[in-house]
Nanobody, 126 residues
Framework: QVQLEESGGGLVQAGGSLRLSCVAS????????MGWFRQAPGKEREFVAA????????YSGPSVMGRFTVSRDNAANTLYLQMNSLKPEDTAVYYC???????????????????WGKGTPVTVSS
């Protein structure tokens, strides 16, 4: 089992940047494929980005591709999401999640994630 805790959210103006972190504790962090999801008020949870266990593969959702970058530091048990060129429509609670999936390198479905953090809110003002 793994516990996840996000940080780094806050209020930022459109065009600005934020870096989210997700610290994992418990079972070995490198054994999990990781992902970022977000949920805006009144909307369903949306996939943002994912990364493989060994950091060789990443995938970003179409709404953030080219602006957001997912990375991980297995030695530090930490997942990151660098968010640049933020837009008001990026406003949401951002969650990190871990998957024990062993077949696919990158896991993009929320239903395939086994552990979730409590989320960190991001607000982008226009």
């Amino acid at each position: 089992q793994v516990q996840l805790e996000e940080s780094g959210g806050g209020l930022v103006q459109a065009g600005g940047s934020l870096r989210l972190s997700c610290v994992a504790s418990g079972r070995t962090f490198s054994s999990y494929a990781m992902g970022w999801f977000r949920q805006a008020p009144g909307k369903e949870r949306e996939f943002v980005a994912a990364i493989s266990r060994n950091d060789v593969a990443t995938y970003s959702g179409p709404s953030v591709m080219g602006r957001f970058t997912v990375s991980r530091d297995n030695a530090a048990n930490t997942l990151y999401l660098q968010m640049n060129s933020l837009k008001p429509e990026d406003t949401a609670v951002y969650y990190c999640a871990a998957s024990t999936e062993t077949i696919r390198m990158v896991v993009r479905l929320a239903s395939d994630m086994d552990y979730w953090g409590k989320g960190t809110p991001v607000t982008v003002s226009s």
